[in-house]
C-alpha cells in the first residue's frame, strides 16, 4: 500500500481538498477511502490511481465521436439538391 498526503491526492485528481471531502459523501464514485494515521488524512496512491483511470475510460466513451468536415464539393452538391 502506497500512501500519500491528502493534499497531494488533491493536486493529483487536479482540484482542492474540499472537493475530495464532498467526492468521500458520494459513495457512488466509488472514490478511495480517507485512511487516517494519527490525525493525518491519506489516500492509498494505488487505489486513487484506478479510480483516475476509470474516469478516464468512463469520459472517453461519453464524448461525441467529432464529425467530418464536408468538403466544398460535398457542400455544394448538398445544397444544389435541396429545393
Do not use: H, Y
Request: glycine fraction near 2%.
Amino acid at each position: 500500500m502506497n500512501l500519500i498526503p491528502e493534499k497531494k491526492a488533491a493536486a493529483k485528481c487536479g482540484v482542492c481538498v474540499k472537493t475530495l471531502e464532498r467526492w468521500d459523501e458520494k459513495p457512488e464514485l466509488n472514490f478511495p477511502p480517507i485512511i487516517r494515521i494519527n490525525d493525518r488524512k491519506f489516500r492509498d496512491a494505488d487505489l486513487l490511481d484506478a479510480f483516475l483511470q476509470a474516469c478516464a475510460r468512463a469520459s472517453s466513451m461519453d464524448r461525441p465521436k467529432p464529425r467530418a468536415k464536408k468538403t466544398k464539393q460535398e457542400f455544394a452538391a448538398a445544397s444544389a439538391a435541396t429545393p
